[in-house]
């Protein structure tokens, strides 16, 4: 689902989640961009870690993500969602299990596309310090969480989830090319370091379409399935049209402040 807006892809994510978690609509696996460019934020991200007022006078939506982790930046990127019952054999259990099995297919896809990606296994640390510089850094991409993926030690691949009773939303981006400079003006000079890309760093153009491509093939030789074209249901339409007016809202995005 390519060229909506950011409210309207989180509205419509969660409007599928609804759907599965009420089984009332299948399993499902979804690439999508961003029209105009966008950031979405963590769910319990404070959104005043971005220059809000920049990004309305350059055109860039900023969205509060169900999902954890930190600020993104949807500029040249391959984003997804995967909403799936929690005991999907392939990509349910536990937290960790679900990131691996995710990750390894972006690997796989990689190293298909001879890109040489490594799969970060770093062990869980906890943020004790409320100045550590994890925390002061407002981007998903300044540090490396377990089975992301990494080239030449730069992130590149962001996976994070939110559970709600037996239904788990997973959403993530792979940086593919080269973030437009605007982007740099919204964060502090310390974060400028934390924004890669496969272009950049691997040497490599990939294209939307064909890393998507790759994906579902990847998919069918690795796990032996089968993605089908699809669209959304009559349900999941009219859900997302009245979801997006929250995740519009200054209530959603302004819920957690300084």
Known sequence: ???????????????????????????????????????????????????????????????????????????????????????NPIFGGTIYETYKAVSAIFLFSLRSLDVHATWEKVKYTKVKSKNSSLQQNPLCFSSVSRYELTINKKKVLGVSQYRKRDTILIQGTLL???????????????????????????????????????????LKRTYRMSVGGGELSSREIEQAEMLRRKYKSYEWNYRYTY
């Open 1 to 87: 689902m390519r060229g909506k807006d950011a409210y309207t892809q989180m509205a419509v994510d969660e409007a599928i989640l609804d759907a599965v978690l009420e089984n009332k609509s299948p399993e499902t696996l979804r690439f999508f961009d961003f029209c105009p460019q966008a950031i979405t934020i963590g769910r319990l991200q404070k959104i005043e870690e971005i220059n809000v007022n920049l990004c309305e006078k350059k055109g860039i939506d900023i969205v509060r993500r169900l999902t954890g982790g930190r600020a993104v930046v949807h500029s040249g990127d391959f984003t997804f969602s995967l909403i799936i019952k929690r005991n």
């Open 176 to 218: 593919l090319r080269k973030t437009t400079s605007i982007f740099f003006d919204l964060f502090p000079r310390s974060s400028h370091g934390s924004i890669s890309n496969i272009e950049e760093i691997g040497k490599i153009t990939i294209g939307f379409e064909t890393f998507g491509d790759v994906f579902k093939e990847e």
